[in-house]
């Protein structure tokens, strides 16, 4: 599988074109209202039904790096998993260097509040000056217990908190799903497997609460899809793919709950992304 970002022009937002197919509308935008329904990722499709799944650790990675307009060449219909976060996507990102349009950026403040839930999942948008995550989950294996946190997604807190923590799963859910002719790439080497109290990855993780800052890096890529950066406080309680757009959904539906607005120096420093450098990516531990 190959992928090429390349850099668009300011309003261009983020595309994927399937390079591999012909005949049919090759461009999927990577929008809310194109996410169509799929087990344990987050999938975007066009008109056409032209579809590329697994897009949430790519999107978090152009999101955390402030890169909001990009094309994106692929040649199948997911995007690689690599070793399970968003690391390798920020290292080629900031090695390569982006471009700065000098334009000013249009972001999305949030003016109320809006929630979404399913049974005990809840995810919520509420008015903050800042970008920020706050994030819980409540795992029955102890190797993920109960975990928390909460960051102001600004100054490079994406890569330095959250791009190299890996997707995780139990042992028993990778049965299950190879018994079904499901995830038969996946290996320890792409994701955390626990079993009970046991973590199986080779090395262990790479934080105590890897689970949680993972889960905070799936987030983040799923509202990069509201096309623009957010000006508001996202919280997630054991919230996952499906009911972060289905936030976006509740969201854009109201249209008082939010109001576009052209960023000024001061605000631009706020968003993720803004003033990173090659320094920031001297730690990260992505995979070779």
């Given at each position: 599988?190959?992928?090429?970002?390349?850099?668009?022009?300011?309003?261009?937002?983020?595309w994927?074109?399937?390079?591999?197919?012909?005949?049919?509308?090759?461009?999927?935008?990577?929008?809310?209202d194109c996410?169509?329904p799929s087990?344990l990722?987050?999938?975007?499709?066009?008109?056409?039904g032209?579809?590329v799944?697994?897009?949430?650790?790519?999107?978090?990675?152009?999101?955390?790096?402030?890169i909001h307009?990009?094309l994106?060449?692929?040649d199948?219909?997911?995007v690689?998993?690599?070793?399970?976060?968003?690391?390798?996507?920020?290292?080629?990102f900031?090695?390569?260097?982006i471009?700065r349009?000098?334009?000013?950026?249009?972001a999305?403040?949030?003016?109320?509040p809006?929630q979404v839930q399913?049974?005990?999942?809840?995810a919520?948008?509420?008015p903050c000056?800042?970008?920020?995550?706050d994030?819980r989950?409540?795992?029955?294996?102890?190797a993920?217990?109960?975990?928390?946190?909460?960051?102001?997604?600004?100054n490079?807190?994406f890569?330095?908190e959250?791009?190299d923590?890996r997707?995780?799963?139990?042992?028993s859910?990778?049965d299950?799903m190879?018994e079904?002719?499901?995830?038969l790439?996946?290996?320890?080497?792409?994701?955390?497997?626990?079993?009970g109290?046991?973590?199986?990855s080779?090395?262990g993780?790479?934080?105590?609460d890897?689970?949680?800052?993972?889960?905070?890096?799936d987030?983040?890529?799923?509202?990069?899809l509201?096309?623009?950066p957010?000006?508001?406080?996202?919280?997630?309680?054991?919230a996952?793919?499906?009911?972060?757009?289905?936030?976006?959904?509740?969201?854009?539906?109201?249209?008082?709950?939010?109001?576009?607005v052209m960023?000024?120096?001061?605000?631009?420093?706020?968003?993720?992304?803004?003033?990173i450098?090659?320094?920031?990516?001297?730690g990260?531990r992505?995979?070779?």
């Amino acid at each position: 599988m190959r992928i090429e970002v390349q850099p668009a022009s300011a309003e261009y937002g983020i595309w994927f074109q399937r390079v591999d197919v012909s005949g049919v509308d090759p461009m999927i935008p990577a929008r809310w209202d194109c996410v169509t329904p799929s087990p344990l990722c987050t999938r975007i499709e066009n008109d056409a039904g032209v579809h590329v799944s697994t897009i949430e650790h790519l999107m978090a990675a152009l999101a955390g790096c402030g890169i909001h307009n990009a094309l994106i060449n692929i040649d199948g219909p997911e995007v690689p998993i690599l070793d399970g976060s968003s690391a390798d996507f920020v290292a080629g990102f900031v090695a390569t260097g982006i471009r700065r349009l000098g334009v000013p950026v249009r972001a999305l403040r949030i003016l109320q509040p809006i929630q979404v839930q399913d049974g005990e999942a809840i995810a919520r948008l509420e008015p903050c000056d800042n970008f920020e995550i706050d994030f819980r989950i409540d795992f029955e294996d102890a190797a993920i217990g109960q975990q928390s946190k909460r960051l102001r997604m600004a100054n490079g807190a994406f890569i330095h908190e959250l791009c190299d923590s890996r997707t995780f799963c139990r042992q028993s859910d990778v049965d299950a799903m190879r018994e079904k002719g499901l995830a038969l790439g996946g290996s320890l080497e792409n994701a955390v497997v626990v079993a009970g109290e046991k973590v199986l990855s080779p090395g262990g993780l790479r934080h105590e609460d890897e689970a949680v800052r993972h889960k905070m890096l799936d987030a983040m890529g799923d509202l990069a899809l509201a096309t623009c950066p957010i000006l508001g406080r996202y919280t997630g309680i054991r919230a996952g793919h499906a009911l972060s757009n289905k936030l976006l959904r509740a969201l854009f539906a109201n249209p008082a709950s939010y109001r576009p607005v052209m960023c000024d120096a001061a605000m631009t420093a706020k968003l993720p992304g803004s003033g990173i450098g090659r320094a920031d990516i001297a730690g990260l531990r992505a995979a070779a």
